[in-house]
């Protein structure tokens, strides 16, 4: 409950917004209903003014839209030049941000808030160059139509007919320090438009047809205003709780439906502030104040308020007044809506019911009281249970019997000292056991009291007129301070569950936020259900907008005809629906959607067992875990469909890859065999021994090319189905690569420098030497010629490092970390050398699978400046010594 040196101090929300925006940019949109309202004009109109009266103004991009008059506006503003962008062949214009941040202007005038940037750009959408320049503390002028509203997107499309693509989230206008509506009367708008000042002629004519009908215009230019106005009611608020103005300003209308404790009339209230809300056009707030201790199943009016637009806020406290004030006076609330209720006849005689109450201090408000229904009430709150089991009644007893023992075993102690120590009995059963537990112990001990300790003794009887009064006093303050105890006891046990409910949702996220697909999510969704309510099942939308069974808790769990009608009807309209609710009630299930924001996902089915109803908290811990379930079942698909575009992306690159090299590297030895073999076979007789030597080594030559291609394909195919299996043994580095060496061409230029220390390796022979001979070959390739490749080992701790050298032109550093990756060839200055890009992807594949690392550096680290850089890889195997 607020206090009262609270009530002029500044609201600390208001106070850390002002002074996050401190600093920053002010952002302001002029907004419009549609195109051709002349948004554009009216801020160049304004921006002028300004520039005239001295402020640094620069037109950062606007769009005339060949409007002659929108042209003139610009007149001889500043203006900065446009950031040219290719994409696809073509050449486009954007905002140039950089330029904008390094001109840091005092106003910078940026038009249609909602495009889409080229791809290329620095951001995705114009409002996030908006949102930076005034992080750079750049003040915006922007337009927006009102169409643009992602809020909004849906309700357009059905007065229109037409699906607004370019959106931007509401949260964008709300970084606007001031709004200004563009307003034309929706005639005058279709008059330009047919005099071809918004479009040309043709165009104008399709528009006066399809969306600026005179009709969707209407009802556009009623949504520009509502929202224009929101702003500023939004506005005032924040100015009031940052100036700690009690307040309310009835700058415009806002209403408050009250649902007290016992919420007997709770739905009547709710309609009726719906139909006041409606006539008056306000926002409306559902505020229920609950006492500790007190349940109220509000399930059912709560969803009737959410159905019929209200915002709901639920606060616990003991003067529901006080906080029901709080709360207008927060919201700047105008009108209180409250049901008469059925209030005790004690408090109607005494003029303490709520109404009564609320009506003589809400003087700043207008107080609607609704009639009581007619007809039988159903009253939703739930009676405190009694204390389970006969141990609470019998632990007072005892707690009595002890003070009786103490005050016999001490004759000294007086009787009216013993009235006290009956009294400390009664605080502590209603501290322990609450007011009921309370109540029959003060009864208990002041039978007692007045049988052993008030003469006359062991009778009922009092002797004294005096000891009525001790005895009268002592039975109102037991009972008095026995509900203080209790009030007291509930309101711990209240934040006690919500400090329960809290590290619940906490445990929620974390046990769901470890699964890592999306059958473990289902499991571990229907288990935590389960160990909520009893039962729990998880069901999920498939292709159709079919829902199966994913998940159940028992494994035995299983739906009947009407529960599965419940969760049909939960996912289409989604809403809860099943037991306990408005919708098919007597399914013995409940079930919650799992709503995010592609959609209903699925269903969480509950139950209780049978005749056994929900209690608040687990409801509230229900409803949280389908919610947390939700967002982390949409993460988990985007991933999973983020995974699978990104496996097709590299499949695709592959297949590109694998079809360009088998039309290369197959196409080009196959052409020069023909070639060689029909000159052979047409001018035998013509071609002396030597050319006919020489055609016959280049058809080997190109044969044995094609051969380590497929090969190298083969190999490929065999790495990635985990076909190769190596047999490691010691083997001595020398005689790998001497037979290496000898199947290369050019082997004559490569050294070798492995000293007789060096130990042997554990490998397999063969893949060695193919792992040897692809590096090799590729370093051989990309030499210039005539010079030299290195072989060198050393022990290096547990392993032995192989490294092949070379004086070629090296590996540009982007390049560097993809070079053994499959059909990727790095871009080494003019030469294109032949090969397929898979000769390194092999070598590493047959290193790791021989539980080795390869690496590569470039330039090598004795390179000599203004020569080449060169390469050296470095094969790293476990020593066998």
């Given at each position: 409950?607020?206090?009262?040196?609270?009530?002029?101090?500044?609201?600390?929300?208001?106070?850390?917004?002002?002074?996050?925006?401190?600093?920053?940019?002010?952002?302001?949109?002029?907004?419009?209903?549609?195109?051709?309202?002349?948004?554009?004009?009216?801020?160049?109109?304004?921006a002028r003014r300004k520039y005239e009266a001295g402020t640094d103004v620069v037109v950062g991009l606007v769009e005339t839209h060949g409007r002659k008059e929108t042209e003139a506006q610009i007149g001889d503003l500043p203006v900065l030049p446009r950031k040219k962008i290719l994409y696809r062949g073509r050449e486009f214009e954007e905002f140039d941000l950089d330029a904008a941040l390094a001109r840091?202007?005092?106003?910078?005038?940026?038009?249609?808030?909602?495009?889409?940037?080229?791809?290329?750009?620095?951001?995705?959408?114009?409002?996030?160059?908006?949102?930076?320049?005034?992080?750079?503390?750049?003040?915006?002028?922007?337009?927006?139509?009102?169409?643009?509203?992602?809020?909004?997107?849906?309700?357009?499309?059905?007065?229109?007919?037409?699906?607004?693509?370019?959106?931007?989230?509401?949260?964008?206008?709300?970084?606007?320090?001031?709004?200004?509506?563009?307003?034309?009367?929706?005639?005058?708008?279709?008059?330009?438009?047919?005099?071809?000042?918004?479009?040309?002629?043709?165009?104008?004519?399709?528009?006066?047809?399809?969306?600026?009908?005179?009709?969707?215009?209407?009802?556009?230019?009623?949504?520009?205003?509502?929202?224009?106005?929101?702003?500023?009611?939004?506005?005032?608020?924040?100015?009031?709780?940052?100036?700690?103005?009690?307040?309310?300003?009835?700058?415009?209308?806002?209403?408050?439906?009250?649902?007290?404790?016992?919420?007997?009339?709770?739905?009547?209230?709710?309609?009726?502030?719906?139909?006041?809300?409606?006539?008056?056009?306000?926002?409306?707030?559902?505020?229920?104040?609950?006492?500790?201790?007190?349940?109220?199943?509000?399930?059912?009016?709560?969803?009737?308020?959410?159905?019929?637009?209200?915002?709901?806020?639920?606060?616990?406290?003991?003067?529901?007044?006080?906080?029901?004030?709080?709360?207008?006076?927060?919201?700047?609330?105008?009108?209180?809506?409250?049901?008469?209720?059925?209030?005790?006849l004690w408090r109607r005689l005494t003029g303490r019911t709520l109404a009564q109450a609320l009506a003589r201090r809400a003087e700043a408000f207008t107080v609607h009281i609704v009639a009581r229904p007619v007809g039988p009430v159903r009253w939703l709150e739930r009676p405190p249970p009694l204390p389970s089991g006969p141990w609470p009644w019998l632990a007072s007893a005892a707690l009595v019997a002890?003070?009786?023992?103490?005050?016999?075993?001490?004759?000294?102690?007086?009787?009216?000292?013993?009235?006290?120590?009956?009294?400390?009995?009664?605080?502590?059963?209603?501290?322990?056991?609450?007011?009921?537990?309370?109540?029959?112990?003060?009864?208990?001990?002041?039978?007692?009291?007045?049988?052993?300790?008030?003469?006359?003794?062991?009778?009922?009887?009092?002797?004294?007129?005096?000891?009525?009064?001790?005895?009268?006093?002592?039975?109102?303050?037991?009972?008095?301070?026995?509900?203080?105890?209790?009030?007291?006891?509930?309101?711990?046990?209240?934040?006690?569950?919500?400090?329960?409910?809290?590290?619940?949702?906490?445990?929620?996220?974390?046990?769901?936020?470890?699964?890592?697909?999306?059958?473990?999510?289902?499991?571990?969704?229907?288990?935590?259900?389960?160990?909520?309510?009893?039962?729990?099942?998880?069901?999920?939308?498939?292709?159709?907008?079919?829902?199966?069974?994913?998940?159940?808790?028992?494994?035995?769990?299983?739906?009947?005809?009407?529960?599965?009608?419940?969760?049909?009807?939960?996912?289409?309209?989604?809403?809860?629906?099943?037991?306990?609710?408005?919708?098919?009630?007597?399914?013995?299930?409940?079930?919650?959607?799992?709503?995010?924001?592609?959609?209903?996902?699925?269903?969480?089915?509950?139950?209780?067992?049978?005749?056994?109803?929900?209690?608040?908290?687990?409801?509230?811990?229900?409803?949280?875990?389908?919610?947390?379930?939700?967002?982390?079942?949409?993460?988990?698909?985007?991933?999973?469909?983020?995974?699978?575009?990104?496996?097709?992306?590299?499949?695709?690159?592959?297949?590109?890859?694998?079809?360009?090299?088998?039309?290369?590297?197959?196409?080009?030895?196959?052409?020069?065999?023909?070639?060689?073999?029909?000159?052979?076979?047409?001018?035998?007789?013509?071609?002396?021994?030597?050319?006919?030597?020489?055609?016959?080594?280049?058809?080997?030559?190109?044969?044995?090319?094609?051969?380590?291609?497929?090969?190298?394909?083969?190999?490929?195919?065999?790495?990635?189905?985990?076909?190769?299996?190596?047999?490691?043994?010691?083997?001595?580095?020398?005689?790998?690569?001497?037979?290496?060496?000898?199947?290369?061409?050019?082997?004559?230029?490569?050294?070798?420098?492995?000293?007789?220390?060096?130990?042997?390796?554990?490998?397999?022979?063969?893949?060695?030497?193919?792992?040897?001979?692809?590096?090799?070959?590729?370093?051989?390739?990309?030499?210039?010629?005539?010079?030299?490749?290195?072989?060198?080992?050393?022990?290096?701790?547990?392993?032995?490092?192989?490294?092949?050298?070379?004086?070629?032109?090296?590996?540009?550093?982007?390049?560097?970390?993809?070079?053994?990756?499959?059909?990727?060839?790095?871009?080494?200055?003019?030469?294109?050398?032949?090969?397929?890009?898979?000769?390194?992807?092999?070598?590493?594949?047959?290193?790791?699978?021989?539980?080795?690392?390869?690496?590569?550096?470039?330039?090598?680290?004795?390179?000599?400046?203004?020569?080449?850089?060169?390469?050296?890889?470095?094969?790293?195997?476990?020593?066998?010594?």
């Open positions: 409950m607020p206090r009262e040196d609270d009530e002029h101090r500044p609201d600390p929300d208001a106070l850390i917004l002002a002074a996050a925006r401190e600093g920053k940019g002010r952002l302001k949109v002029f907004l419009g209903m549609a195109p051709g309202v002349g948004k554009t004009w009216e801020m160049l109109a304004a840091r202007p005092q106003l910078l005038l940026l038009d249609e808030l909602a495009h889409t940037n080229v791809p290329g750009s620095r951001h995705a959408k114009r409002w996030e160059d908006v949102a930076e320049l005034l992080e750079a503390g750049i003040d915006v002028w922007t337009t927006l139509n009102i169409q643009h509203l992602e809020s909004l997107n849906d309700a357009i499309a059905r007065i229109t007919g037409i699906r607004v693509a370019e959106t931007i989230p509401d949260r964008v206008l709300s970084l606007a320090s001031d709004i200004e509506l563009v307003d034309l009367p929706p005639a005058e708008l279709r008059a330009r438009l047919a005099e071809g000042r918004v479009y040309p002629p043709e165009t104008a004519r399709r528009a006066l047809e399809g969306f600026f009908r005179e009709g969707n215009l209407a009802a556009l230019r009623e949504m520009a205003l509502r929202h224009a106005a929101q702003h500023v009611d939004a506005a005032v608020a924040d100015y009031m709780r940052a100036k700690a103005i009690p307040g309310p300003w009835p700058a415009g209308e806002r209403v408050l439906a009250l649902i007290g404790p016992d919420a007997t009339d709770a739905e009547g209230v709710i309609r009726y502030a719906a139909k006041l809300a409606d006539v008056l056009k306000a926002p409306w707030i559902v505020l229920h104040v609950e006492r500790p201790g007190r349940l109220v199943d509000l399930h059912g009016p709560f969803a009737l308020a959410e159905q019929l637009g209200a915002e709901i806020e639920t606060v616990t406290g003991n003067d529901i007044v006080a906080l029901t004030l709080d709360a207008a006076l927060r919201r700047n609330v105008t009108q209180i809506v409250i049901g008469r209720g059925r209030p005790p002890l003070v009786i023992f103490i005050g016999i075993m001490i004759p000294a102690i007086p009787h009216e000292a013993m009235g006290m120590l009956f009294l400390a009995a009664v605080v502590i059963g209603a501290s322990i056991y609450g007011l009921r537990v309370a109540l029959f112990t003060a009864v208990l001990g002041f039978l007692s009291w007045n049988f052993f300790f008030i003469p006359p003794f062991y009778s009922f009887a009092i002797g004294d007129a005096g000891h009525i009064v001790t005895i009268c006093v002592f039975l109102t303050v037991a009972a008095i301070t026995g509900g203080m105890a209790s009030r007291v006891r509930n309101e711990v046990a209240a934040a006690q569950n919500r400090v329960q409910s809290l590290h619940r949702i906490s445990g929620f996220r974390r046990v769901l936020d470890a699964a890592r697909t999306e059958h473990e999510l289902l499991a571990e969704l229907a288990r935590q259900g389960a160990g909520i309510a009893g039962k729990a099942v998880v069901l999920t939308t498939q292709e159709g907008g079919e829902l199966t069974l994913r998940a159940a808790d028992p494994a035995g769990a299983a739906l009947d005809e009407t529960a599965w009608a419940a969760a049909r009807w939960a996912v289409a309209h989604n809403e809860p629906a099943g037991s306990g609710t408005s919708t098919l009630p007597s399914a013995s299930w409940r079930f919650l959607p799992l709503s995010t924001m592609q959609g209903v996902q699925g269903v969480l089915g509950v139950a209780a067992g049978e005749g056994v109803a929900f209690t608040e908290p687990q409801l509230q811990a229900l409803t949280a875990l389908a919610d947390i379930a939700a967002v982390t079942l949409e993460r988990l698909r985007l991933a999973q469909e983020a995974a699978r575009s990104a496996a097709q992306s590299e499949t695709q690159q592959l297949r590109t890859a694998l079809l360009s090299s088998l039309s290369h590297d197959l196409r080009t030895p196959l052409t020069a065999i023909r070639g060689a073999a029909e000159t052979l076979r047409t001018a035998w007789d013509r071609l002396d021994a030597a050319t006919r030597a020489d055609l016959l080594q280049s058809i080997e030559q190109d044969t044995a090319r094609m051969h380590r291609f497929l090969a190298n394909i083969t190999d490929m195919m065999r790495l990635e189905s985990g076909q190769i299996v190596p047999r490691l043994a010691p083997v001595q580095l020398n005689e790998i690569v001497e037979a290496a060496i000898a199947r290369l061409e050019g082997g004559l230029l490569i050294t070798v420098n492995i000293p007789p220390d060096v130990p042997k390796v554990l490998a397999d022979p063969v893949l060695l030497e193919h792992v040897l001979v692809n590096v090799l070959d590729n370093a051989l390739k990309y030499s210039p010629a005539n010079s030299l490749v290195s072989v060198a080992a050393s022990r290096d701790g547990k392993e032995v490092a192989i490294r092949v050298s070379d004086e070629g032109v090296g590996i540009p550093p982007e390049d560097l970390p993809h070079i053994f990756d499959s059909f990727y060839r790095a871009s080494r200055g003019d030469r294109v050398p032949p090969g397929t890009g898979l000769g390194l992807a092999i070598a590493r594949g047959f290193t790791e699978a021989m539980g080795g690392r390869i690496s590569a550096i470039s330039p090598r680290p004795d390179a000599l400046p203004g020569g080449f850089p060169g390469t050296v890889i470095t094969i790293s195997l476990p020593a066998a010594e």
